[in-house]
């Protein structure tokens, strides 16, 4: 019966905590004034490269992010922070 119980509130602890979570996600993506979402099958990483580029030319605040073999974040000032994979 005990096991039960604890079983129950370990379930709801794990649920509350993913609603947390997620809430506080869905609110800092809402406060981006724009999102731009590059999909395809080649090129994305170009075309992601340019977009922000082009946007920080226009004074425009960008972070960008490349995935992939050479996934990297392309900071504000156009610096770039390679992302270690897992090995």
Same mark, same amino acid.
């Given at each position: ?5 604890? !079983?129950?509130?370990?379930? !709801? ?31 994305? +990483? ?22 992939? +073999? ?16 897992? +090995?």
């Amino acid at each position: 019966m005990y096991g039960i119980v604890i !079983l129950g509130l370990t379930l !709801l602890g794990v649920i509350m905590t993913w609603w947390i979570e997620r809430r506080d996600y869905e609110r800092r993506l809402n406060k981006l004034k724009i999102r731009i979402y590059v999909n395809g099958i080649r090129g994305k +990483s170009t075309v992601t490269r340019l977009i922000a580029g082009v946007l920080r030319e226009a004074g425009i605040q960008t972070l960008a992010k490349t995935t992939g +073999s050479a996934a990297m974040v392309i900071l504000p000032n156009g610096e770039e922070i390679r992302i270690e994979g897992r +090995s």
